[in-house]
């Protein structure tokens, strides 16, 4: 029988076909199939969908329901006639034995009280490995390719046998055993694996403690699961089809010996437990089976490639997973949010959450400093501690590795003997750290572990990972530390323990002896002294978590964590109160940004939150504003912002007088904003350099840059055309009220019109313009497709200027929608030309007659057009069918010209949407005329007649017309147009009528109290108004609480009573 199992397999094991998949296979893309693994940081963390979020690698928390039912069990109604075919021999009986089982795997797998177990649960995406070419030519080992977790145990070709013995790797923490139990819930279910017909696991950490020297594969059976004891049929038939599950070959006492051992095709002749499993995975015993074994990188070496038909390895979560797992750990979505709050601002916590391990490490810290925050008032702005998450991590570290140790020499040591038989080892993996730290250096090979007397098995466990060989030649081990802020953290601990148990200082300079160096007795302040410096002088930033973490392993909170490291405690509170007060006098000397931000994470480590309060404060009360900050104080605010939870998209700091470092300090989180908002700020040419240096980061997204206001010349354009090109997001540059010139025109224009440039609105008004810009401008209008609206107001425009503007307004190829040429008369050539020759509005109305004139938006204001200019624009818009919003505001329009007016905008063609005529000595008597034009028109919808004294018998008029069925009026603005509440009754009850109006501006006027039930029950009524303005009446502060009262019972509108600042 064992010669013809030994026929039958060698006619089984045929070559396996090469699966690759062209997206990953990075070995095809570049010729060098170890190229991607050369710098363990760039190396792609790959996704690891759905992974169990509660279920760590060392801790199984097992909840058994023996009150369930079969019928209860989540497995309970499989068909188990598509599993075992009907013309088996004691069909019957394995039938029964299979229940049994299924039955037995869910009570050792986790039961979860609730919906679903699989709730509680998340997929895996296992990684298969990438071999080289030639491995794979000779051992017919398939490229790299990605898997879903359904496919680990799955044939690469639909049709195919699964696959006989499959691999998966993966480093201490990463889920490996948590992945097992998830596929054993599963398979019970019945929801994956349908073609296998039994599933036995084995855990080596558990198979080490078999008393049995030699036993076969049907004892091992009967002794792992009790319940397996009439199971000899299954290995009689070929039709069966098992799956073995061996998980942690690295924890295992016994070597696995391929080459020496002898050949076994009995499943129930005896052996030894190593000779068992390499019978097993060679194919010799239960040849139709098929193998799954789970090991750190570590135990790869005993089993020879060519027995492995796929070799997977599990790399941790991605982004969205580790956002994943907060939400499955807790119900409490507002605490699972903060968590992911503070570990995606927090880099060096993020990038070793891909780690499951150290998500449950972080997550139950966090439950604790959370609570915490409240007593700081730290709600807005969460400041964490790193410190305590990576000595917790350690410590996890340790006593999983002791727990290991357990179970192979049966001995048990406490917290305290643990930590301090460990002590030489953390030393010298801690020295190690240090020196590749000061060499800046983040790779080692097992050779460098061995000089440095660190234990190898140590830094297997979840400190370092292995990631690559020499050469292919040789079988030595390169290492990095899983992320660098664990080498940082190693090293910082080694400093500490250095002082602290030789008085000894690793950063001196090691040109003097160590005798000497002892001899003199270094204080941890002089030690963190030195550190900083260090910090501030380099220039990669290699230095900054360590001087954190430095910082943090002082203080006595975190000593305690390791206590049995430290022999002794030499420390004194004077050190920490020392380092503080350095650190806050190092904050207002002229440093980098991104140092001045490690500095105050120091402080963070040292538990003091006294300036971050205080820098929260600020941004709550605007005080900033009112007084001068220091640099600390924008370091702070830079440092408050970087960590607040609010999502806000603009950053406003207008009116703020900044200073050149004020600006400096700001930088590193200035272009985390959408919107930057420096109106008035005093910024001068020298700001806008620094902030060209601010926006070129990479990741950048401003589209709205507001810059008025700050004395700009033609000295600082150059950083703005650096700014343009270099920021492809960037939408709107607002640069008006500055002194830019046609030097400065002339120098942007360049950029303004390189096809990188996307800028959709610029405004350049009142920056003393005169002919020589127009002609660029001409230029930039022609040339960039992407510029909708363009501003220049307030400047010397003159008829010759706009003469060479209309023909760009005139050509197919400029896309300009919005044009603003308010107050451009104001010199003695303006846009109109001079006062005897009226020629401007001529020519501006041959562009709007114009077909290829895309205009949509015309401001005229402030002009001083003539009546005559009223009877051409009224014939030009009568032709134009684009424009859609005009503002004659500021301009002497009067009875005459309303009448003019008019007649074009109860012309059925009139595509008027938008009028402004602010200011503009309307009388009551214009208010008939455009009452009719409000019953005639269609298209308007927006009407401002601010600051014309209308009076209470002019809104009588409008009001006729606002509540007839006809006006289509959705916007109203009457400001200071001396209404009083006479006319209240009449306006309200016209606007209710309607229910059109979203917009209504009444603010500026002579409304009293006896108003408010009038204006309350338009509040109250209309459905569609959005905004009301009622600021500057003459209420008394009784009736402004009424109305403020109001917005409990209409929350969606916006009541607006009092004065509010703009800048």
């Not at 140790?405 to 953390?426: H, N, P």
């Not at 190690?432 to 234990?455: G, K």
């Not at 920056?767 to 992407?786: A, F, I, P």
Request: glycine share 4%; net charge neutral; aromatic share 6%.
């Amino acid at each position: 029988m064992a010669a013809e199992k030994a026929q039958d397999l060698e006619s089984r094991r045929s070559p396996v076909a090469t699966v690759v998949c062209p997206e990953l296979s990075l070995s095809s893309q570049t010729g060098d199939p170890d190229s991607s693994l050369q710098n363990p940081f760039n190396r792609e963390v790959h996704e690891v969908q759905h992974f169990m979020a509660s279920i760590e690698e060392d801790q199984r928390a097992l909840e058994i329901r023996p009150e369930d039912s079969m019928n209860d069990l989540p497995g309970g109604n499989l068909d188990l006639n598509d599993n075992v075919s009907n013309g088996r021999d004691g069909g019957d009986v394995l039938l029964d034995l299979k229940k049994t089982h299924i039955k037995a795997l869910k009570e050792m797998c986790v039961c979860i009280r609730g919906e679903s177990a699989s709730n509680r649960f998340i997929d895996v995406h296992p990684w298969q490995d990438e071999v080289s070419e030639r491995q794979c030519t000779d051992q017919n080992i398939r490229p790299v390719h990605l898997l879903s977790y359904a496919e680990i145990l799955k044939p690469a070709t639909e049709g195919h046998k699964p696959h006989r013995t499959t691999i998966t790797t993966g480093i201490a923490g990463i889920g490996k055993t948590a992945c097992v139990e998830k596929l054993i819930h599963d398979w019970a279910a019945g929801s994956i694996l349908s073609e296998f017909d039994f599933i036995f696991m084995f855990a080596f950490s558990k198979l080490n403690m078999l008393p049995q020297k030699t036993l076969s594969l049907m004892q091992l059976i009967q002794i792992c699961y009790p319940h397996m004891q009439d199971c000899k049929e299954i290995f009689l038939s070929t039709s069966i089809k098992c799956l073995y599950i061996f998980d942690g070959l690295d924890e295992s006492r016994q070597t696995l010996n391929f080459e020496n051992q002898l050949a076994c095709y009995d499943e129930c002749e005896s052996r030894s437990l190593e000779s068992l499993l390499s019978n097993l995975i060679r194919g010799n015993i239960h040849p139709s089976s098929s193998v799954w074994i789970t090991t750190r990188p570590a135990g790869m070496g005993q089993i020879p490639l060519c027995y492995i038909d796929r070799l997977t390895e599990l790399q941790g979560f991605s982004e969205h997973e580790k956002m994943e797992y907060f939400h499955k750990k807790y119900e409490n979505r507002h605490l699972a949010e903060k968590m992911i709050s503070v570990m995606k601002k927090e880099r060096s916590l993020s990038c070793l959450c891909y780690l499951p391990i150290f998500c449950s490490v972080l997550s139950t810290f966090l439950e604790d400093a959370l609570k915490s925050f409240q007593c700081h008032e730290l709600s807005d702005y969460m400041p964490v501690a790193i410190t305590p998450v990576f000595n917790k991590f350690l410590v996890h570290i340790l006593s999983h590795q002791q727990q290991r140790q357990a179970y192979l020499r049966g001995a048990k040591q406490t917290f305290a003997e643990l930590m301090k038989s460990r002590q030489r080892d953390i030393i010298s993996l801690g020295k190690l750290a240090f020196d590749l730290l000061r060499s800046e250096t983040f790779i080692f090979s097992e050779h460098n572990l061995r000089m440095y007397n660190a234990d190898v098995s140590l830094a297997e466990s979840g400190i370092c990972k292995e990631f690559a060989k020499e050469n292919a030649n040789n079988s030595k081990k390169i290492f990095c530390f899983v992320h660098g802020a664990l080498q940082e953290y190693m090293a910082a601990l080694y400093v500490l323990l250095s002082f602290n148990n030789t008085k000894s200082n690793p950063l001196m300079a090691s040109t003097k002896p160590k005798s000497q160096q002892r001899c003199e007795k270094p204080s941890y302040f002089h030690i963190l002294k030195q550190a900083c410096k260090e910090n501030l002088k380099s220039s990669s930033g290699h230095f900054g978590l360590f001087l954190r973490f430095l910082c943090g392993l002082g203080t006595k909170t975190n000593q305690q964590s390791l206590k049995g490291l430290m022999t002794s405690c030499g420390i004194h509170h004077d050190d920490i109160t020392k380092i503080i007060q350095f650190l806050k006098e190092k904050l207002q000397e002229d440093i980098a940004p991104e140092k001045c931000l490690t500095l105050i994470h120091c402080l963070i480590e040292l538990g003091d939150h006294s300036f971050v309060v205080q820098s929260s404060k600020i941004l709550a009360t605007e005080a900033a504003t009112y007084r001068t900050l220091s640099p600390m104080d924008y370091s702070a605010m830079a440092f408050a912002l970087q960590m607040s939870n609010e999502n806000s998209e603009t950053f406003n700091l207008s009116e703020h007088k900044i200073s050149s470092i004020g600006l400096r300090r700001l930088a590193p989180v200035l272009f985390s904003f959408t919107s930057l908002k420096m109106n008035g700020s005093n910024l001068g040419d020298s700001g806008v350099k620094i902030l060209s240096q601010v926006t070129r980061c990479r990741d950048g997204k401003l589209q709205n840059l507001e810059l008025e206001r700050n004395d700009l010349t033609h000295k600082c354009c150059e950083a703005l055309a650096f700014i343009l090109s270099n920021n492809s997001m960037l939408r709107n540059l607002n640069l008006c009220d500055n002194h830019l010139g046609d030097k400065g025109i002339c120098l942007l224009s360049t950029t303004l019109k390189q096809p990188q440039c996307r800028i959709q609105k610029l405004n350049l008004s009142n920056n003393n313009l005169s002919t020589g810009s127009w002609e660029e401008l001409v230029s930039v209008l022609m040339t960039n497709q992407t510029l909708r609206e363009l501003n220049v107001s307030n400047n010397r425009v003159g008829e010759a200027g706009l003469r060479i503007l209309s023909t760009a307004l005139k050509n197919s190829r400029c896309k300009l929608q919005k044009l603003g040429l308010n107050n451009t008369s104001t010199f003695d050539f303006g846009m109109m030309g001079s006062y005897l020759e009226e020629t401007g509005v001529e020519v501006l109305c041959d562009v709007l007659r114009n077909p290829n004139c895309t205009l949509k938006s015309l401001e005229l204001a402030s002009n001083c057009l003539s009546q005559k200019n009223y009877g051409e624009l009224t014939s030009a818009i009568r032709i134009n069918h684009t424009l859609t919003h005009l503002d004659l505001s500021s301009n002497v329009i009067q009875d005459t010209g309303i009448n003019v007016l008019s007649m074009a905008l109860m012309d059925p063609s009139c595509s008027i949407q938008s009028l402004r005529m602010t200011d503009t000595k309307l009388t009551p008597t214009c208010c008939e005329k455009l009452a009719t034009v409000l019953v005639t028109n269609q298209t308007l919808r927006e009407l401002d007649l601010s600051m014309n004294k209308l009076g209470d018998s002019g809104v009588h008029a409008l009001s006729t017309a606002l509540k007839n069925p006809n006006c289509k009026l959705e916007t109203l603005r009457l400001k200071r147009t001396s209404l009083t509440d006479g006319c209240c009754h009449k306006l309200m009850a016209a606007l209710s009528t309607t229910q059109t109006i979203t917009h209504l501006d009444l603010s500026e006027n002579s409304f009293t109290d006896c108003s408010l039930s009038n204006i309350s029950n338009l509040i109250l009524t209309c459905g569609n108004l959005v905004v009301i303005r009622l600021e500057q009446n003459q209420f008394t502060t009784h009736g402004q609480m009424m109305i403020k009262k109001l917005n409990l019972e209409k929350p969606n509108i916006e009541i607006v009573i009092e004065r509010t600042k703009k800048y």
